[in-house]
């Protein structure tokens, strides 16, 4: 059975050009359905207060009531079917990084990010393939976004007299993702929605002794960018 699964499989897989369409003539080349692209993505961090209450992250070096990353993108949008060259499917994998110099306070580490996001689009006009001559276009995916970061905060110390404590907070996490874009010619206006927020196991440095808490806490991500289509 599994042979005979493998084997219908395979026939299927030989017919997607013909079922499908094939870019211009081109056959199933992958490297005829590739459409790269690179800009510039703002991303901003959520994360859960004490009261439970989902919000912006206050950034308490950067005179900012948000934590802001400005990121440099890059990535490639992958055909995997189409008809005409008009609409398609495919994947949109891309990597960002956004790096943020502490020049006011040399204690404190430049924050950054780097993220992975990946997503399965559908893709109406221009840029479904690379053969696509049309101007206007629109897509939409859904997907995940692998994230890196490190920032700083005040974080909630409820119950402590204490008080609210700064800290530099260094977390990885996978978050659920939405994408909506919209294209006039090679510019592409870019949404990039964050589906909720995850728990995350995160690392806190105190401020000033930068002794290291490990802490749980829960973060999400949302941005939106301009991007360069080639």
Do not use: C, W
Not at 4 to 22: D, E, M, V
Not at 50 to 55: A, E, L, S, V
Not at 102 to 116: A, G, K, M, R
Not at 121 to 130: I, N
């Amino acid at each position: 059975m599994k042979k005979i699964g493998f084997i219908l499989l395979a026939i299927f897989a030989l017919n997607i050009p013909s079922t499908f369409g094939q870019t211009e003539e081109t056959g199933f080349n992958l490297q005829n359905r590739l459409v790269p692209h690179f800009g510039f993505v703002q991303m901003i961090p959520t994360t859960e207060d004490q009261f439970g209450r989902i919000g912006l992250v206050e950034d308490i070096f950067f005179n900012s009531p948000t934590v802001r990353f400005y990121n440099f993108h890059v990535g490639t949008y992958a055909v995997l079917f189409h008809h005409k060259d008009i609409v398609s499917i495919g994947l949109d994998q891309s990597a960002q990084v956004g790096v943020r110099l502490n020049l006011s306070n040399p204690d404190i580490p430049t924050t950054y990010n780097i993220q992975v996001p990946i997503f399965l689009m559908g893709k109406l006009g221009s840029g479904a393939t690379p053969y696509n001559q049309q101007r206007i276009g629109i897509s939409a995916g859904i997907g995940a976004s692998i994230n890196h970061m490190k920032f700083t905060l005040s974080r909630p110390t409820a119950g402590s007299s204490v008080g609210n404590l700064d800290v530099i907070r260094t977390t990885t996490f996978v978050s659920p993702a939405a994408v909506l874009e919209a294209s006039y010619g090679n510019l592409i206006g870019r949404l990039q929605l964050g589906l909720g927020t995850v728990n995350t196991r995160g690392n806190d440095q105190v401020i000033p002794s930068l002794l290291e808490d490990p802490v749980d806490a829960v973060h999400g991500l949302f941005g939106f960018g301009l991007i360069y289509r080639l």
